[in-house]
């Protein structure tokens, strides 16, 4: 089946400082959305793009266009509140919209 | 926003037991999913529908039943509890065919 490659599992950060997580597909993808997990296990949803690139705030994704292969996620001026879980999930170009999640990365951000 | 909402928030069964889980929303979506998430990993599709009274299976449906009651609401039935079905579980839903999916707060269940 469809495979989500999520690197890297696990990232610390100083405050202030940038970064970027990346999601490799094994196939052609039709859409991708990010996701932070908190400490209580909440989804909170971050992005969702069928194409190009979408920022908010400190956040800004984008997802692959021409081949659809791969999504990243940068982080600018990481935050204590950043820490968390990050997952990317992607929906395959079947007939449905199922949705593959990666391994997710373990974000700490340190003072 | 699209609101989905899970009940209960938390659970605790033990092995033999019938539980089910609840999801709602109310938000005329078509499209209703059931994930679970253990440790450490991502979330694995269980079960999905795509309206009320269809039912199609996910990548892990094993030890699940799910049924799909009115557009709202889709539940996800336990039958035979088992330990290694102990577990985060998140029900999600979106309207059209490709869309962004929106998801609940998560149900927390612990087999004994």
């Known amino acids: 089946g469809d495979q989500v490659e999520q690197s890297p599992s696990a990232l610390s950060l100083h405050e202030g400082t940038d970064s970027a997580l990346r999601c490799n597909f094994t196939?052609?993808?039709?859409?991708v959305q990010w996701f932070r997990q908190n400490s209580r296990g909440s989804l909170i949803s971050l992005f969702y793009?069928?194409?190009?690139t979408k920022e908010n705030g400190r956040l800004k994704s984008a997802f692959d266009s021409k081949e659809r292969r791969y999504s990243t996620l940068h982080i600018r001026d990481a935050q204590l509140e950043d820490s968390g879980t990050y997952f990317c999930?992607?929906?395959?170009?079947?007939?449905?919209?199922?949705?593959?999640f990666g391994q997710g990365t373990v974000l700490s951000v340190i003072p | 926003e699209a609101a989905v909402t899970q009940s209960p928030r938390n659970k605790v069964t033990v092995t033999g037991g019938n539980v089910t889980l609840s999801c709602r929303q109310t938000n005329s979506h078509n499209y209703m999913y059931w994930y679970r998430q253990d440790t450490g990993h991502g979330l694995r599709l269980i079960h999905y529908s795509y309206g009320a009274g269809n039912l199609q299976i996910g990548d892990v449906p094993d030890g699940y039943k799910a049924t799909r009651t009115t557009q709202e609401d889709f539940f996800l039935l336990l039958e035979l509890a088992s330990p290694s079905q102990t577990s985060l579980y998140f029900c999600?839903?979106?309207?059209?065919?490709?869309?962004?999916?929106?998801f609940g707060p998560g149900t927390r269940l612990t087999v004994l």
């Open positions: 999600a839903s979106h309207r059209d065919t490709y869309a962004e999916q929106f």
């Open positions: 196939t052609t993808m039709r859409s």
């Open positions: 999930a992607a929906a395959g170009t079947g007939g449905n919209n199922k949705l593959t």
């Open positions: 793009l069928a194409s190009g």
